[in-house]
């Protein structure tokens, strides 16, 4: 009969042990290195502990609106939203030269089609659609439409059959085409005829993590679009500019919801397939691509009905789909609290939400609709209200008819700047002028302002007391045993502690840190145990979402690594790469514990991504007295540099390149010791030796400063060349 076990842990999970001592096995049984077997769920650990703290801010927030009571509420709040959203994307540019062009019409029964290319930045330029009716009197109330994600840009068959119904019937409309879609593709492979990285929303993606790195959202750009989209439209003669619209779909429905929250001169706003709220996303698909989260939303009391809110009491009607990947429950949600709002300001009728029995896309029960509110709300009066419009046969127009450019790429017939280029330019404004370090003093004023800007970009909070530290279990082997080890903490820490089997009272330590996990070098013959036959006792850790606690793949965001988590975190105010700190910092504070332990010089050890979690974390404890680091990324400049990058995302800590960069860390550590070995670039490929010198020579001047010039080293580390050699 066997005797179950029930241990609850401090994290919250159960672990269950089973004890079978009727039966005895003859063969010897495998070495298990997991701490959490049994454990219930422990791939979602990372996720599940930053869902509590969003759900935790969604609650809070939902009781704050609750308490509106009064319009002069509500329009305190709506200056709040638009505060915290600009906030969110890093303001906006300065408004330039449009240098609008026509380059090329289209006449067609009833309506023609106009090519225009704009510059919403300096030679960044846009490409677009302008649909104007050719019969009724101008000026026509004019509709301003974000296109999606879909392929095809604004030749898309649904945004074709919008454009014309729309202009057939007195409206004047402009597509244009966001950042990566239709003309506009900014990693344009002439060989491949498409992206290098194949989707829209990865090079959102690539770029976004560029732009948080710089302080600033890859929202902030397709915004900025999208406002010097409208600057054109209100400029044509033909448009009045008093009553326009905004509408568009997925993508193009964020963009509408962002627009109408921060654009007055949109007096009418129909986001399709985008609306729904944090708390179902959570328990849904999570975080999606760059555009769609503006850390730190969440952590600033906001959710997406205040996009709805800000707009208030202008006409709104929310287009949904009872089928969508956005949940259709957020979408209800969020009408309800809008409602609500709505109806306080005496505006109750001019908020609608249409849910139509089908999937994801600008499908024609939406189109309908849109027709139909657009006319009420846009048109003069004496107009029918709730007027029907129907879409009439209409020829589709190929993408090549549509095109503004020659070529059918902005990069090949106009070149200009890309979002790539641009985020290149910006690194090189913001990146800080420091002065030289000269003496002692200009080290420690250096070193006191370094760890002021990790703490606090970071979001680190140092762990409060001393960590419990549960047993389970020992594995003997040769010359040492393994005793597996959970520090306790939200999330617990799972851990290997390898210690030599003679009987010396304290020994020096080793912290060892690994992308893969606390197993990845635990093998026999492996890494840690050529540490451990050194005399050290070593400490191998599991970052949070890392080794037993690796989220499940998702295959969508896989060249960024765990995308969902870090954005999750950056969406409350926090980052991975404070948070895994915290777990270095718990980690070195379980070794201070131990009787056994030397701690006058803990060394610790980092491989790939967590090589960039113990930089930071060395930064801010002084008790790592020696760190080694390897297949560390070379910089985050480098991630600006480069357009394409893998797995760097869990790295990312916003505005880090407007206070500190890597070598930075590495200068602060002076006069403890740092040896970087095989940096990698951001396609995780090794940099050249020379290279990384020339990068850390800064680090180096300061070691020299302090006294140290043989504290620090740049190094390569061959095939065969044993660990040991670099960490002491």
């Given at each position: 009969?066997?005797?179950?076990?029930?241990?609850?842990?401090?994290?919250?999970f159960?672990?269950?042990?089973?004890?079978?001592?009727?039966?005895?096995?003859?063969?010897?049984?495998?070495?298990d290195?997991?701490?959490?077997?049994g454990?219930?769920?422990?791939?979602?650990?990372?996720?599940?502990?930053?869902?509590?703290?969003?759900?935790?801010?969604?609650?809070?927030?939902?009781?704050?609106?609750?308490?509106?009571?009064?319009?002069?509420?509500?329009?305190?709040?709506?200056?709040?939203?638009?505060?915290?959203?600009?906030?969110?994307?890093?303001?906006?540019?300065?408004r330039?030269?449009?240098?609008?062009?026509v380059?090329?019409?289209?006449?067609?029964?009833?309506?023609?089609?106009?090519?225009?290319?704009?510059?919403?930045?300096?030679?960044?330029?846009?490409?677009?659609?302008?649909?104007?009716?050719?019969?009724?009197?101008?000026?026509?109330?004019?509709?301003?439409?974000?296109?999606?994600?879909?392929?095809?840009?604004?030749?898309?068959?649904?945004?074709?059959?919008?454009?014309?119904?729309?202009?057939?019937?007195?409206?004047?409309?402009?597509?244009?085409?966001?950042?990566?879609?239709?003309?506009?593709?900014?990693?344009?492979?002439?060989?491949?005829?498409?992206?290098?990285?194949?989707?829209?929303?990865?090079?959102?993606?690539?770029?976004?993590?560029?732009?948080?790195?710089?302080?600033?959202?890859?929202?902030r750009h397709?915004?900025?679009?999208?406002?010097?989209?409208l600057?054109?439209?209100?400029?044509?003669?033909?448009?009045?500019?008093?009553?326009?619209?905004?509408?568009?779909?997925?993508?193009?429905?964020?963009?509408t919801?962002?627009?109408?929250?921060?654009?007055?001169?949109?007096k009418?706003?129909?986001?399709?397939?985008?609306?729904?709220?944090?708390?179902?996303?959570?328990?849904?698909?999570?975080?999606?691509?760059?555009?769609?989260?503006?850390p730190?939303f969440?952590?600033?009391?906001?959710?997406?009905?205040?996009?709805?809110?800000?707009?208030?009491?202008?006409?709104?009607?929310?287009?949904?789909a009872?089928?969508?990947?956005?949940?259709?429950?957020?979408?209800?949600?969020?009408?309800?609290e809008?409602?609500r709002?709505?109806?306080?300001?005496?505006?109750?009728?001019?908020?609608?939400?249409?849910?139509?029995?089908?999937?994801?896309?600008?499908?024609?029960?939406?189109?309908?609709?849109?027709?139909?509110?657009?006319?009420?709300?846009?048109?003069?009066?004496?107009?029918?209200?709730?007027?029907?419009?129907?879409?009439?046969?209409?020829?589709?127009?190929?993408?090549?008819?549509?095109?503004?450019?020659?070529?059918?790429?902005?990069?090949?017939?106009?070149?200009?700047?890309?979002?790539?280029?641009?985020?290149?330019?910006?690194a090189?404004?913001?990146?800080?002028?420091?002065?030289a370090?000269?003496?002692?003093?200009?080290?420690?004023?250096?070193q006191?302002?370094?760890?002021?800007?990790?703490?606090?970009?970071?979001?680190?909070?140092?762990?409060?007391?001393?960590?419990e530290?549960?047993?389970?279990?020992?594995?003997?082997?040769?010359?040492?045993?393994?005793?597996?080890?959970?520090?306790?903490g939200?999330?617990?820490?799972?851990?290997l502690?390898?210690?030599?089997d003679?009987?010396?009272?304290?020994?020096?330590?080793?912290?060892?840190?690994?992308?893969?996990?606390?197993?990845?070098e635990?093998?026999?013959?492996?890494?840690?145990?050529?540490?451990?036959?050194?005399?050290?006792?070593?400490?191998?850790?599991?970052?949070?979402?890392r080794?037993?606690?690796?989220?499940?793949?998702?295959?969508?965001?896989?060249?960024?690594?765990?995308?969902?988590?870090?954005?999750?975190?950056?969406?409350?105010?926090?980052?991975?790469?404070?948070?895994?700190?915290?777990?270095?910092?718990?980690?070195?504070?379980?070794?201070?514990?131990?009787?056994?332990?030397?701690?006058?010089?803990?060394?610790?050890?980092?491989?790939?991504?967590?090589?960039?979690?113990?930089?930071?974390a060395?930064?801010?404890?002084?008790?790592?007295?020696?760190?080694?680091?390897?297949?560390?990324?070379?910089?985050?400049?480098?991630?600006?540099?480069?357009?394409?990058?893998?797995?760097?995302?869990?790295?990312?800590?916003?505005?880090?390149?407007?206070n500190?960069?890597?070598?930075?860390?590495?200068?602060s550590?002076?006069?403890?010791?740092?040896?970087?070995?095989?940096?990698?670039?951001?396609?995780?490929?090794?940099?050249?030796?020379?290279?990384?010198?020339?990068?850390?020579?800064?680090?180096?001047?300061?070691?020299?400063?302090?006294?140290?010039?043989?504290a620090?080293?740049?190094?390569?580390?061959?095939?065969?060349?044993?660990?040991?050699?670099f960490?002491?």
């Open positions: 009969m066997k005797k179950i076990a029930t241990i609850f842990l401090a994290s919250g159960i672990l269950l042990t089973a004890n079978n001592s009727s039966a005895q096995s003859t063969k010897t049984p495998a070495e290195l997991n701490v959490l077997t454990l219930e769920s422990p791939r979602r650990m990372l996720p599940d502990s930053l869902d509590k703290i969003a759900l935790q801010f969604l609650a809070e927030r939902e009781q704050r609106v609750a308490q509106l009571s009064t319009r002069e509420e509500i329009v305190a709040r709506q200056r709040f939203i638009r505060e915290k959203v600009l906030q969110a994307i890093g303001g906006l540019p300065e330039t030269p449009l240098n609008a062009k380059t090329g019409t289209l006449k067609r029964n009833g309506y023609r089609i106009e090519k225009i290319i704009f510059e919403s930045q300096p030679a960044f330029y846009v490409t677009a659609n302008l649909y104007l009716p050719e019969t009724g009197r101008a000026p026509y109330p004019g509709i301003l439409m974000p296109l999606g994600h879909e392929r095809g840009g604004k030749a898309h068959e649904a945004w074709q059959r919008l454009a014309v119904t729309f202009a057939k019937n007195g409206f004047a409309i402009l597509l244009y085409e966001p950042v990566s879609q239709g003309e506009r593709v900014q990693l344009y492979d002439p060989d491949l005829g498409e992206s290098k990285v194949r989707q829209a929303t990865s090079e959102h993606t690539l770029a976004g993590t560029q732009c948080l790195l710089l302080g600033h959202s890859f929202a397709v915004i900025w679009d999208g406002m010097r989209a600057d054109y439209l209100v400029s044509r003669p033909e448009v009045d500019s008093s009553r326009i619209g905004c509408t568009g779909n997925s993508g193009g429905g964020t963009l919801a962002y627009l109408s929250a921060l654009d007055d001169r949109i009418v706003a129909a986001p399709s397939c985008y609306l729904t709220n944090w708390k179902s996303l959570i328990e849904t698909i999570g975080a999606q691509d760059a555009e769609q989260n503006l730190p969440l952590s600033e009391g906001l959710d997406q009905a205040d996009f709805v809110t800000a707009f208030a009491p202008k006409p709104y009607l929310i287009l949904s009872a089928r969508d990947f956005f949940p259709i429950a957020g979408t209800r949600q969020t009408f309800r809008t409602k709002l709505y109806g306080l300001m005496g505006a109750e009728e001019k908020l609608n939400m249409i849910e139509a029995d089908d999937e994801h896309g600008y499908t024609k029960p939406r189109r309908l609709a849109a027709y139909r509110w657009m006319n009420r709300w846009l048109k003069g009066p004496g107009l029918q209200e709730d007027a029907p419009i129907d879409e009439p046969e209409i020829e589709i127009e190929s993408e090549e008819d549509l095109r503004c450019t020659q070529a059918g790429q902005v990069s090949i017939s106009l070149g200009g700047e890309t979002i790539f280029s641009i985020n290149l330019g910006e090189r404004r913001v990146k800080p002028k420091r002065n370090i000269i003496t002692p003093e200009d080290l420690r004023r250096f006191a302002e370094i760890r002021a800007q990790v703490q606090q970009l970071t979001a680190f909070e140092k762990p409060a007391g001393s960590p530290v549960r047993a389970f279990g020992e594995i003997a082997r040769g010359g040492y045993r393994i005793e597996k080890l959970l520090i306790e939200d999330p617990a820490i799972p851990a502690l390898f210690k030599p003679d009987p010396r009272p304290k020994r020096r330590a080793i912290l060892y840190v690994h992308e893969n996990g606390k197993a990845a635990a093998n026999v013959g492996g890494e840690i145990e050529e540490l451990a036959r050194s005399g050290a006792i070593v400490l191998a850790i599991d970052l949070r979402g080794g037993e606690t690796r989220e499940e793949s998702n295959r969508v965001w896989d060249i960024f690594g765990h995308f969902e988590s870090a954005m999750t975190a950056l969406l409350v105010g926090k980052t991975l790469v404070g948070l895994r700190a915290q777990d270095v910092v718990r980690a070195v504070d379980a070794l201070a514990a131990r009787r056994d332990v030397e701690m006058e010089g803990l060394s610790a050890f980092g491989k790939g991504d967590a090589a960039v979690v113990l930089l930071h060395a930064a801010l404890d002084d008790r790592i007295k020696s760190l080694t680091v390897e297949e560390m990324l070379i910089s985050y400049e480098s991630v600006v540099a480069w357009k394409i990058h893998q797995e760097v995302f869990e790295s990312i800590v916003p505005a880090a390149l407007a500190y960069d890597l070598p930075d860390l590495a200068a550590l002076a006069p403890r010791r740092l040896r970087i070995i095989n940096a990698v670039n951001p396609r995780g490929q090794r940099a050249e030796t020379q290279q990384v010198k020339r990068e850390y020579e800064a680090a180096q001047k300061a070691f020299a400063v302090a006294g140290a010039s043989q620090f080293g740049v190094a390569e580390r061959k095939p065969g060349k044993k660990l040991t050699a960490v002491p």
